[in-house]
């Protein structure tokens, strides 16, 4: 069997043989039947040395999780933060992806090299408008408005409320209605939101269709420009900032 798996490796490149691989499912048994093996200590350590010489690849789901790591890396090269809206049309998989990391963790399951990883990289747990502590208020104290305990200066965010698009607000002043709708809706459990610079920034918009550049300015505070907030809600994440 050693042998059959040697002849996969030069054949397709990878140790990646899945369990159900219908061109040999001998082999694709063989494999399962080891990743078990290895998984309840009856491997020694031999085996398993020889075996990763080989390029045994012992958890699949490793590889597509590294891919998506990736990707993620990518996103986080482009826009200079982790925060994949959970709607964002130019990749579903990456968004979906981003959501399950968050939820494995919360729930206590999620790998801890995979969590260290994560947070190297600046990802960011936790991405809701208020903390535990202003939530319980909101609960015990019967509060209307959120806004009540979200008075600080957390930064201008867009906030990304579902089939309405994205909807700006700083967590002070007056809220949006339909922040405040979405809100009422979901338990005061805030949605994902991306964070805008505290400082001035030019945003480059291309138009493919017809074939233009836009340089639009953010003051830094204030409403975004028409033209940031049109294209957000089309592509789910801000336009690239101009390079200096």
């Known amino acids: 069997m050693v042998a059959e798996f040697t002849a996969y490796v030069r054949r397709y490149g990878d140790g990646h043989v899945l369990a159900n691989w219908p061109e040999n499912p001998k082999l694709g048994r063989w494999v399962a039947m080891l990743r078990y093996r290895r998984k309840i200590g009856q491997l020694t350590p031999a085996m398993i040395a020889e075996l990763d010489k080989l390029g045994f690849v012992w958890s699949p789901n490793d590889i597509d999780w590294n ?5 993620l890396l990518l996103f986080r090269a482009r826009f200079k933060h982790c925060n994949v809206p959970s709607v964002w049309p130019n990749d579903p ?14 729930l206590g399951i999620l790998i801890r090299d995979r969590a260290q990883r994560l947070e190297k990289i600046g990802f960011v747990w936790k991405i809701y408008g208020c903390t535990d502590k202003e939530r319980r208020a909101v609960r015990e104290n019967n509060v209307t408005s959120v806004a009540n305990v979200t008075r600080r200066a957390i930064g201008e965010r867009v906030y990304n409320i579902g089939a309405s698009g994205y909807v700006q607000y700083g967590g002070y002043g007056p809220m949006p209605a339909a922040l405040q709708s979405y809100l ?17 920034t030019r945003y480059v918009i291309r138009n493919e269709v017809m074939s233009r550049v836009v340089k639009v300015d953010w003051k830094g505070h204030g409403p975004l420009p028409a033209a940031i907030m049109d294209y957000l809600n089309e592509n789910g994440s801000l336009p690239p900032p101009a390079l200096r």
């Open 184 to 200: 009422k809706r979901n338990g005061n459990e805030w949605p994902p939101h991306i964070p805008l610079p505290r400082q001035p």
């Open 93 to 106: 998989q990456l968004a979906n992806w981003v959501a399950h990391q968050r939820r494995r963790r919360k």
């Open 67 to 71: 891919e998506a790591f990736k990707k």
